[in-house]
């Protein structure tokens, strides 16, 4: 028991560098504002409500990329009877025309690199 000292600043310093960064930011002062994507001006619905289209958008991407791929199902019904395309481009990109304004504000804010545009073309500012 002769490098208790030892042991006892070993631990606090690994107490500090896992709490640097909540240290780090309540120094700074500012809490980080979460992004407001740009909506729609001409829809005043989507396919879900906002509070699953939040939180759940990349559910539903997905599922519609393995019906529309794997199993040729290219046809989202609403429960109201509405019909879209199972689409990231012909039905989200329709309305949400900036992916940079909509899309990329809270992708870049959460830190997520999503891979739709690994397959999909990469709209252009102002092409539509």
């Not at 994507?37 to 289209?53: F, I, R, S, W």
């Not at 958008?57 to 599922?63: G, R």
Request: with cysteine.
């Amino acid at each position: 028991m002769h490098k208790k000292s030892v042991i006892l600043a070993g631990l606090i310093a690994l107490l500090v560098l896992l709490t640097f960064p909540v240290w780090y930011n309540l120094a700074a002062g500012e809490a980080s504002e979460a992004p407001t994507p740009k909506l729609p001006e001409n829809e005043k619905a989507c396919v879900q409500d906002t509070a699953t289209m939040k939180v759940a958008h990349m559910d539903l991407l997905m599922e519609w990329r393995d019906d529309s791929v794997r199993r040729h199902d290219r046809t989202f019904v609403m429960p109201d009877g509405r019909e879209f395309e199972k689409s990231l481009t012909r039905t989200c990109l329709k309305c949400h025309t900036s992916k940079k304004d909509f899309c990329d504000a809270c992708h870049d804010y959460s830190g997520v690199k999503p891979y739709c545009w690994d397959c999909h073309v990469d709209p252009k500012e102002g092409a539509r």
